[in-house]
Every structure is written in C-alpha cells, then in structure tokens.
T-cell receptor, first 116, second 109 residues
C-alpha cells in the first residue's frame, strides 16, 4: 500500500508553546489529507480536512485559530498546535487520500503530543 | 447522514476464526473500508469493498452486502498479534470517511 509519513513521532513541549506536525505522502500525490485526534481508548476524531491550495475545512468544535493547517503541496500538509495546553495532549494522526486506482485513505504513523 | 454500528469488544481463541460485523445506514455509498489499529499506533488499511461479495486476502476476508447495509471482517487462524481494534469506515462519496467506534478484539491462548 501507499506510504504516509509523519514527523515528529512524539513531542513534549511546555504549555504556551507551538508545535508543528508534518504529514507527507511519500509515493503518491494527495490533494486531500485529513487530521485526526485520538485520546486513549477513544475513537478517532476528525479535526479537519486539508485541501491542497485552499483553506482547510474544520469540524464543528475545532478551533481553526488554534489548529493551523497548511497544505502547500500535493505531498505535504502541516498541523500547527498554537499555544498548546495540557488538554491538547493527544495522539494526532494524519491520513492522505490516494485517488489513483481505488480511492483509499492511508494513515501516517501518528504523533504523540505531550504538553507539560 | 451516516451511522455505523459494530460491537465494542470481542474475545476469541488463538487458532480460531472470528467474524466482526459492521452495519451501516447511509444516503450515499461508494465503498466500505476495514482498518486495523493496534494500541498506541495509527490505523493500517486492511480492505476496501465496493461491490457485494467476499474478498479474501490471506487470513483476512471482508464481505459486503449493500442491500442489507452490512459488512463483516473474517479473521482465520487467529494469532496473538491480531489483538487490536478493527475499524469499519464508510466512504459515502462525501469526504472524509465516517468511522465506526471500532471493535476491540482480544485473542487469548
């Protein structure tokens, strides 16, 4: 299957700082990528849809000014958690939509964020 | 809107066969995905069914009945490493995918 990478795999930061997470589709182009958040033992929660060359579409209840998404190329989307607080500590997972052949979403390995 | 139901937890014995069911309601349907997610890791793609019937891929098979709004994932010759959550996800044609809450499978010796 297609490969999606995320960087960093884990990050620990102080409260009030900003953290940027990168999501890359390595062997296909993705006009659409998705950002999810998952708390322990809970379901995936979609945060936003990242569209190449246009603004992201945020799910209800997700603050767009706090979670900045940039999809500047067909292989890269970034999520920046601004002014992070301990309640933002979670597992952030991106996925990329591969529309060649079967329309499938492939997930990155996730980024574990801990805010102290 | 869309709605997906799958059992919350299942337990099965090593070497056995287990079937994880998923029922859904949707106004539009393009296909149905199954993903596997181990604890602390991101989901990995298992299968995608677009047409009715059974698709086999090694020890894993996935079945779809569009008229019944029903799918199942069949795992054969269960191994301890198959202990994970299994997510059913609906492609209704409107991105993004709609995920079920997942079925946590425990494989015991």
């Amino acid at each position: 299957g297609a490969v999606v990478s995320q960087h960093p795999s884990w990050v620990i930061c102080k409260s009030g700082t900003s953290v940027k997470i990168e999501c890359r589709s390595l062997d296909f182009q993705a006009t659409t990528m998705f950002w999810y958040r998952q708390f322990p033992k809970q379901s995936l929660m979609l945060m936003a849809t990242s569209n190449e060359g246009s603004k992201a579409t945020y799910e209800q209840g997700v603050e767009k000014d706090k979670f900045l998404i940039n999809h500047a190329s067909l292989t890269l989307s970034t999520l920046t958690v601004t002014s992070a607080h301990p309640e933002d500590s979670s597992f952030y997972i991106c996925s990329a939509r591969d529309e060649t052949g079967v329309d499938t979403q492939y997930f990155g390995p996730g980024t574990r964020l801990t805010v102290l | 809107g869309q709605n997906i139901d799958q059992p919350t937890e299942m337990t099965a014995t090593e070497g056995a066969i287990v079937q994880i069911n998923c029922t859904y309601q949707t106004s539009g349907f393009n296909g149905l995905f199954w993903y596997q997610q181990h604890a602390g890791e991101a989901p990995t793609f298992l299968s995608y069914n677009v047409l009715d019937g059974l698709e086999e891929k090694g020890r894993f098979s996935s079945f779809l009945s569009r008229s019944k709004g029903y799918s199942y994932l069949l795992l054969k010759e269960l191994q301890m490493k198959d202990s994970a959550s299994y997510l059913c996800a609906l492609n209704s044609g409107n991105t993004p995918l709609v995920f079920g809450k997942g079925t946590r499978l425990s494989v015991i010796a």
